[in-house]
């Protein structure tokens, strides 16, 4: 049976919240600072998950946002709305698993129809299947 990260690939490790809360809290070394508050804890926390998923952040932002300009740039006429469709899936595939598998779908699609589209055989197929018409 494959692991589960075989699989799906862009689930992050699970960490115990309770040991990231317990290390936010204060402790018992006298007089708290004002950071140190229990009502502080979940920002402490936020600004950790931040900090550790920083790239992962940015880099799903950039990605959707040049997937949503090349989903309008099909529509408007001045925008290669293909071109940045690709582009975004290309941001989007270097952290996610089902990324990468739909931009390789799409790429094997595309092939497909250029190959269509100049007569060609596709790659992989032996010479003797068809014969020329």
């Given amino acids: 049976m494959r692991d589960r990260h075989e699989i ?6 699970e960490r115990d919240a309770d040991a990231v809360v317990s290390e936010l809290q204060v402790g018992d070394h006298g007089i708290a600072a004002w950071h140190d508050h229990a009502i502080f804890v979940p920002f402490k926390a936020l600004g950790r998950f931040i900090a550790r998923s920083g790239k992962r952040i940015a880099v799903t ?24 469709i690709f582009v975004g899936l290309g941001i989007l595939a270097t952290e996610y698993v089902w990324a990468r ?9 595309a092939t497909t129809a250029k190959d269509k589209a100049l007569r060609r055989k596709p790659q992989g197929t032996p010479a003797d299947a068809d014969p020329p018409a």
């Fill in 61 to 84: 932002i950039i990605g959707v946002a040049v997937l949503l300009v090349g989903v309008a740039g099909l529509v408007l006429p001045i925008l290669p709305g293909w071109a940045l």
């Fill in 101 to 109: 598998r739909l931009l390789l779908r799409a790429k094997a699609v």
């Fill in 8 to 13: 799906w690939g862009d689930d992050p490790e």
